[in-house]
């Protein structure tokens, strides 16, 4: 895990007055200055994508063929790149910084990529309060883990996959 992009992501939540769950990852980057923009990409690899411009307010891209909870990953993932990383220059017709997020970017292989999901899941599950909401669990979701998993995975808005990483990356789960 990267203690930069923790900071960041509690920074940024802080910065921006959020503080319950599910976090409004949408309104989180309308107040960051982005525009969003869904659509489905013709490549079903790529989840999303930061476009930068100068002069002009970042748009995140995201594929709207991909569950919702996986355009909210996305969403915040983009936004740890723009909080981050001043990502790659193209020029199309002009120039702009581009980061992308796909199949291999899910991976987590490079530096950028794993500070980009770390931000991710510390905007959408922070530590403060998925440690709180594990002590408000019923006592029939604490003696089981898949089912405290799923519990707060649909508490947060988040897949069951995302949230099962998270609490392992915590250490409160194996």
């Known amino acids: 895990m990267s203690k930069r992009a923790t900071k960041a992501a509690e920074a940024f939540l802080e910065a921006h007055g959020i503080g319950k769950i599910p976090v409004d990852v949408e309104r989180l980057a309308r107040k960051a200055g982005a525009l969003l923009r869904r659509q489905e990409f013709e490549d ?3 989840s999303g994508i930061l476009l930068r411009e100068d002069g002009r307010p970042p748009i995140i891209g995201v594929n709207a063929s ?6 909210r990953f996305t969403i915040a993932h983009e936004l740890g790149h723009l909080a981050l990383h001043p990502g790659r220059l193209v020029i199309l017709d002009r120039p702009m910084r581009v980061n992308a997020r796909d199949s291999i970017s899910a991976t ?19 530590e403060r309060l998925v440690r709180a909401h594990l002590q408000t669990l019923p006592e029939r979701f604490r003696r089981d883990s898949d089912a405290s ?14 949230m099962g990483f998270r609490l392992m990356n915590l250490g409160v789960t194996t």
Do not use: H
């Not at 998993?149 to 995302?162: D, H, Q, R, Y």
């Open 149 to 162: 998993t799923e519990w707060l995975a649909n508490e947060f808005n988040v897949s069951i996959a995302a």
């Open 44 to 46: 079903g690899d790529v």
């Open 108 to 126: 987590a292989t490079s530096r950028e990529e794993i500070e980009a999901n770390t931000f991710a899941a510390d905007i959408l599950m922070p």
């Open 66 to 71: 991909q569950a919702g909870v996986r355009q």
